[in-house]
């Protein structure tokens, strides 16, 4: 499994950003793809999953303003981020679990994990 992340940056805050993970995995395999984030004082915190079945979760300091989605041609993951904040700051990894995300958005325990990629947000 290879998951390979870009996108990230220097924002303002109120600015967009999509992030983008190239997914490489096991064909016929099923797996629950995500988005999770994390800084140096705070830890991991979960942002977003899709499921196999294309349903989706959203962590609640998220929820309304970040969309999760696939392209399963491209074999690609975005994390559209909207109305960023600065406490959205934050190394980003996409991320990977064979069949399902057990626990949901708020386990940030995965099987697989891209390197990150930093977002930035300044006020």
């Known amino acids: 499994v290879q998951l390979v992340e870009s996108g990230g940056g220097s924002v303002q805050a109120g600015e967009s950003l999509t992030l983008s993970c190239k997914v490489s995995?096991?064909?016929?395999?099923?797996?629950?793809l995500g988005w999770f984030r994390q800084t140096p004082g705070n830890g991991r915190e979960g942002v977003a999953i899709?499921?196999?079945?294309?349903?989706?979760a959203y962590g609640d300091a998220v929820k309304g303003r970040f969309t999760i989605s696939q392209d399963v041609a491209k074999n690609t993951l975005y994390l559209q981020m909207n109305s960023l904040k600065p406490e959205d700051t934050a190394m980003y990894y996409c991320?990977?679990?064979?069949?399902?995300?057990?626990?949901?958005?708020?386990?940030?325990?995965?099987?697989?994990r891209g390197q990150g990629t930093q977002v930035t947000v300044s006020s």
């Open positions: 899709i499921e196999d079945d294309g349903t989706t």
């Open positions: 995995v096991h064909t016929g395999r099923r797996y629950c």
């Open positions: 991320a990977a679990e064979v069949l399902y995300c057990s626990g949901g958005v708020s386990n940030t325990d995965f099987g697989y």
